[in-house]
């Protein structure tokens, strides 16, 4: 069992940066991989961002060259890093941890991030 708890969604201006946590309550060395989704309203959920446990990642494409996944050991957090934010990034961002495998077994209740001046 794992419970993930993201934070540090907030409003933002175009342009601008901000950091998302996801605080894992056990280790995340046993998690073959996390990664970051998001949803906006009227969308579908999308892939922002996973990362394995070699440290290999992969970015959707409409967040490439702005956004940067990673994790700390030591903290059992994930984050991502978001630069030059845009209006369109608007959405829920969701953290989630799996196995070797499988799709992802756990998942975050969520934070909102807004792009707005």
């Known amino acids: 069992q794992a419970q993930l708890v993201e934070s540090g969604g907030d409003l933002v201006q175009p342009g601008g940066s901000l950091r998302l946590s996801c605080a894992s309550s056990?280790?995340?060395?046993?998690?073959?991989?996390m990664g970051w989704y998001r949803q906006a309203p009227g969308k579908q959920r999308e892939l922002v961002a996973t990362?394995?446990?070699?440290?290999?990642?992969d970015y959707g494409d409409s967040v490439k060259g702005r956004f940067t996944i990673s994790r700390d050991y030591a903290k059992n957090t994930l984050y991502l890093q978001m630069n030059s934010v845009k209006p369109e990034d608007t959405a829920v961002y969701s953290c989630?941890?799996?196995?070797?495998?499988?799709?992802?077994?756990?998942w975050g209740q969520g934070t909102q991030v807004t792009v707005s001046s």
């Open positions: 990362i394995t446990y070699a440290g290999s990642t």
């Open positions: 989630n941890a799996g196995y070797y495998n499988s799709p992802p077994v756990y």
């Open positions: 056990g280790s995340i060395l046993r998690f073959y991989s």
